[in-house]
């Protein structure tokens, strides 16, 4: 007798080129849009993969396909599903700035982009639903080729992001699902649906070789980049997109724009070796960073460094060496390759070291001290030092944080300041940026035993090309002399005006009642200010969030963005984010079920099964992605934090799933024996990492990594469990096996879906410690409820 064939390669395959499918979205969107939509792509492929459950469920005539036709025509049908799918999402133009006031046409798009997600991963859920329904004794090994497929393709989607760029590695997964519907379609002698995956591999494999002939995503409106903008340099990398442009305002042929994700970044200055053509920077507000403290700064650290202006500037003001640093190695690229003639080879200068790397861990890894560190709007998702759509609201922000000031001030020379200057728009109104930064400021420097903190901080304002905030801060007091000096620059530069200087208040704005307050007074004080800008931490470092989302709520239909773009933008669209999330998901995991709703009138103990399957979907959701935002502190790079921690989930996930199994039958070792080692290592995850964390942030990324592997490994060993046990309980308490395991990975699949957005409110309201014991409490009420489930024997009724 032939042994049956459990598919464990191609749902292996498919899985894989799931993720890459996912991965590579994220970044086409948040370069055609914004970086919040990265959760709309998480979301959708969820959904779609849930939905594919239901499907199965609703529509007998799928059961009585053969499993090798049904995967080879859903390979198929998916395959063509990304190619046209990606058309639709890179060529629909969305203007969100506009969702409430364009009377639903823009929504509409929004809604048609979200359709062709959902379809791109539809037939990935159908696949693997049907795999399951159809072998429930061998789901763990199953779920385990599922995670482990999903785990690789997270290992190898950024070099293929690099390698291809991510449209590139968007087709390249539907080539191969189109290749394993091929292998399938030959493997059953159809000649018709093995022409077919053929043709379409043929043609998707076009976008795999020639990315560049892609159609370029249209951007949002407010980007500076456009489909139709002539450029002079072009390059995906999975941190940003970097592009160059030549015009740049008034200056001719002096300077080229840096645009970081569609968005103008910064400038490279052309540069013909002469430092004394660069005396613009006396009347520069660059100038405060050099002239105020009584002797120059020798050694200079520049944490993002992006086209080399303040690297001129400290050449200019004769600083002996200067180290910058850089991000992304694309934008590093541009001063070391692609424009090195243009700015005077910059960075092969004898007093300049150029460095590709994240600031915060760079500087963990220092042992000297600094004269001046000169921070230049950077941050640790993106460059876009824009923020007029509220693109960095979601982002988390590391350098921005008190640890981090903390840890400045640390590597600071006795007279040493650190220099923190970007866009403030509005600062007679609302001067957020300002006010947060010199908020967080004085609690890194309460940390450090200061009392009068005023006298440690000079803040001034500059109109600039675009109005600029400057923060001096020191870990010694200014001096008169300083305070003087501050104040005498000030004078020089046009329009500049001097905020406080060393205790001394010159204006009665919130950044002086900031820095002036009682701390008990501050503290009562911060929630009284019409917009959130309480001091940040690494426990939640979202610098950008102004907008409290209590604000956003009964504000919402009230349109916004036309006058002040920045303002709660970013807030509104998540809740529209989470809005369009739960209308999907209703709509194609949950009502679908009304069409068989006599099998599922049958099915026993929906209530528990459901609550089962919502906390184990909420719960996973929760712990991934608050995982993912504290680990970017960890290895640097957001997009490397995003790929490790999910491979190690997914694959340690996969393994525990394989040995769920042996003990599928034990009721008691789930709340016994899982439950409490979740509980230990979200305890780890809550005190523990930040020690790990200070301890190896100064390791080489590589072993980093390996670490980050390591401290997530053994979550995902039992959260695998939970999945496999909880399907194959409901499918041993009735005959309607497909239904009952459908029914489960749709609830699964909802809640899975909202979570992916509302951890992130979470985390932006309440910090990452609480998303994390929201998520031990999740796992709490699955433990609970799965334990119920195993107990039962099988019954008819509920």
């Not at 610098?543 to 009964?554: M, P």
């Not at 239909?557 to 669209?573: F, H, N, Q, T, Y």
Request: charge should be neutral; aromatic fraction near 12%.
């Amino acid at each position: 007798m032939t042994k049956p064939r459990r598919f464990y390669l191609e749902i292996f395959v498919i899985c894989l080129a799931a993720l890459l499918l996912e991965i590579s979205y994220t970044r086409v969107v948040s370069f055609k849009l914004f970086y919040y939509y990265t959760y709309l792509i998480i979301g959708f492929a969820l959904l779609g993969i849930g939905s594919g459950g239901v499907f199965v469920a609703i529509l007998p005539q799928l059961a009585r396909v053969p499993i090798e036709r049904l995967l080879a025509i859903c390979c198929l049908a998916g395959a063509v599903a990304v190619g046209v799918g990606y058309f639709i999402i890179a060529l629909t133009p969305v203007m969100t700035r506009e969702l409430w006031i364009s009377g639903g046409v823009e929504f509409a798009k929004l809604l048609l982009i979200c359709f062709a997600l959902f379809m791109t991963f539809l037939f990935v859920g159908i696949m693997i639903a049907s795999l399951f329904g159809r072998n429930p004794d061998f789901i763990s090994k199953l779920y385990f080729a599922d995670l482990l497929g999903a785990g690789v393709g997270c290992a190898l989607v950024v070099f293929l992001m690099r390698a291809l760029t991510p449209p590139g590695a968007v087709f390249l997964g539907g080539v191969l699902l189109a290749l394993t519907g091929t292998r399938l379609a030959r493997e059953l002698r159809a000649p018709g649906l093995t022409m077919a995956g053929v043709a379409i591999a043929a043609i998707l494999a076009v976008g795999v070789v020639f990315p560049e002939k892609l159609p370029e995503p249209v951007t949002d409106s407010i980007k500076t980049i456009r489909p139709d903008s002539p450029r002079m340099f072009t390059r995906w990398n999975p941190v940003f997109r970097v592009d160059v442009t030549a015009k740049f305002g008034d200056l001719e042929d002096r300077a080229r724009v840096i645009h970081h994700d569609g968005l103008w970044g910064s400038s490279l200055h052309k540069f013909d070796g002469d430092v004394s053509s660069l005396s613009r920077f006396e009347t520069n507000e660059r100038v405060y960073a050099f002239r105020v403290t009584e002797a120059r700064p020798r050694r200079v650290l520049i944490i993002g460094a992006a086209g080399g202006h303040e690297i001129l500037a400290s050449l200019f003001f004769d600083a002996e060496h200067i180290t910058a640093v850089e991000l992304n190695p694309v934008t590093a690229s541009l001063l070391t390759e692609h424009f090195v003639e243009y700015t005077g080879n910059l960075a092969n200068h004898p007093r300049v070291t150029l460095v590709n790397d994240e600031g915060r861990s760079f500087l963990a890894r220092q042992t000297g001290t600094y004269d001046l560190i000169f921070f230049v709007a950077p941050d640790s998702y993106s460059a876009m030092n824009s923020a007029t759509a509220g693109a960095f609201v979601l982002s988390e922000s590391y350098l921005y944080t008190a640890e981090m000031i903390e840890q400045s001030l640390r590597h600071l020379s006795d007279d040493g300041v650190i220099c923190m200057q970007f866009g403030e728009f509005a600062y007679e109104q609302k001067p957020n940026r300002t006010g947060r930064y010199v908020g967080t400021a004085r609690a890194a420097l309460e940390r450090l035993g200061v009392v009068d903190v005023g006298r440690h901080i000079l803040v001034a304002t500059s109109p600039s090309f675009i109005p600029v905030s400057t923060i001096l801060l020191k870990r010694r007091p200014f001096t008169e002399k300083e305070i003087g000096n501050f104040l005498a620059l000030t004078g020089t530069l046009k329009g500049s005006k001097a905020r406080h200087a060393g205790g001394h208040a010159l204006d009665n704005g919130p950044v002086n009642t900031i820095i002036s307050l009682p701390p008990a007074e501050l503290d009562a004080w911060y929630p009284t200010y019409p917009y959130d800008i309480a001091p940040i931490t690494d426990d939640s470092p979202f610098f950008w969030h102004f907008t409290r989302f209590r604000t956003v709520w009964r504000e919402f239909r009230e349109p916004k963005g036309m006058v002040d773009p920045e303002d709660s933008i970013g807030e509104r669209l998540l809740l529209v984010l989470i809005a369009v999330s739960a209308l999907f998901a209703t709509t194609f995991l949950l009502l679908p079920f009304v069409a068989i709703r006599d099998v599922w009138s049958r099915l026993p103990r929906k209530g528990r099964s459901f609550g089962m399957f919502a906390a184990i979907g909420l719960g996973f959701m929760l712990f991934e992605i608050a995982l993912i935002q504290k680990l970017t502190l960890f290895l640097g790079y957001p997009t490397y934090s995003l790929t490790v921690t999910l491979m190690s989930l997914l694959i340690f996930t996969g393994l525990g799933s394989l040995t769920a199994g042996a003990y599928a039958g034990r009721g008691d070792v789930v709340p016994w024996g899982l439950f409490p080692l979740i509980a230990v290592l979200t305890l780890f995850y809550q005190f523990g990492m930040g020690f790990v964390t200070d301890a190896l942030l100064g390791t080489p990324l590589a072993v980093r990594m390996v670490i980050a592997l390591l401290m997530t490994a053994p979550l995902g060993l039992v959260l695998g469990a939970f999945m496999p046990l909880g399907l194959a309980a409901v499918a041993s308490l009735t005959e309607h096996k497909d239904a009952y395991v459908a029914w489960g990975w749709a609830v699964n699949g909802f809640s899975s879906v909202i979570g992916s957005v509302l951890t992130t409110v979470l985390s932006m309201t309440y910090g990452f410690r609480v998303v994390l014991l929201i998520g031990l409490g999740a796992y709490a009420v699955a433990a609970t409820l799965l334990r119920q489930l195993l107990h039962h024997r099988p019954s008819a009724g509920q």
